[in-house]
């Protein structure tokens, strides 16, 4: 299986001489072409440090990373922007979607800046639609559609290009259940017919038992790793909140 992500003894610290923070310590991961991994953990464990690591925002204070073969620590910052755009896929919290442009043209924005051909454009976007279904509100600005559909718009345009590597930051945090529920089935059917590879940061633990594997980080360190295997679900949810309550704080959500 061809490896996407590869991070060896990534650290990261923070501030100056004499006020010095280490928010990551020694991290080592690899992430597998079709993986859809959950990264959990306290708050201020260290994995929003972790997530603009690979997202190329930030960069590790020592440690290599390869993304689809290429070094990420090394790139200089023109191919690091051309990189994002092929590579990456970002679904935020906060959607990002443009409020002048309706959410067919949020969508296919990353194509057109790419200039991909109008009628592959087309298909692609309806087989997008179909996945994610917001068919019916493709023609509609985001101020007029529901934070779930939001969101699922969101999705959509971050998967336009098909990114080697999709990244999502909280990505049901402003969500109800109903519509955390059909992102994650959305994002559950991207993996598992398209094979794509995603990871996602989430606080939520049935966000988390929808990943094929839950990486647990605390204090900067890898904690723990769970892998669903053949497990349900419900049987994966069980046993992620039993790791958090190993790392401590009150989780309750429903299965
Ligand atoms: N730019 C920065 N300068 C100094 N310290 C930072 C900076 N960014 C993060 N930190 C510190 O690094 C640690 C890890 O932060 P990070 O945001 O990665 O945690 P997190 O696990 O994502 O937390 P949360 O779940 O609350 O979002 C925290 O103690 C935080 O205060």
Redesign the pocket.
């Known amino acids: 299986m061809k490896t996407i992500l590869q991070a060896n003894n990534v650290n990261k610290t923070?501030?100056t001489k004499g006020n010095l923070?280490t928010?990551l310590k020694n991290i080592n991961l690899s992430i597998s072409e079709g993986e859809y991994v959950g990264i959990m953990?306290?708050?201020?464990?260290?994995?929003?440090?972790?997530?603009?690591i690979f997202s190329t925002i930030d960069t590790p204070s020592s440690g290599e990373i390869t993304i689809d073969g290429q070094n990420i620590v090394s790139m200089n910052e023109e191919k690091l922007s051309d990189f994002r755009r092929h590579k990456l896929g970002f679904i935020f919290q906060d959607y990002n979607l443009l409020d002048t442009l309706t959410v067919k043209e949020n969508i296919l924005l990353p194509l057109a800046l790419s200039k991909v051909p109008a009628a592959e454009i087309e298909k692609r976007v309806e087989e997008i639609a179909d996945m994610f279904s917001i068919r019916e509100i493709l023609d509609k600005y985001p101020y007029h559609i529901s934070g779930g559909q939001k969101q699922r718009a969101a999705a959509s345009r971050a998967i336009v290009t098909n990114p080697s590597l999709i990244l999502a930051d909280e990505p049901t945090g402003a969500l109800d259940s109903k519509s955390a529920t059909g992102l994650l089935e959305s994002l559950s059917r991207l993996n598992q017919h398209n094979q794509a590879t995603i990871l996602m940061?989430t606080?939520d633990a049935y966000a988390a038992s929808f990943c094929n594997r839950v990486i647990f980080?605390n204090d900067?360190q890898l904690f723990k790793e769970l892998h669903k295997d053949g497990m349900t679900r419900k049987a994966f949810f069980g046993q992620i909140l039993e790791v958090l309550a190993m790392l401590g704080g009150g989780h309750h959500d429903a299965v």
Do not use: E
């Open positions: 923070f501030g923070y928010a953990g306290p708050s201020g464990a260290g994995k929003s440090t972790l997530l603009n940061v606080h980080i900067g």
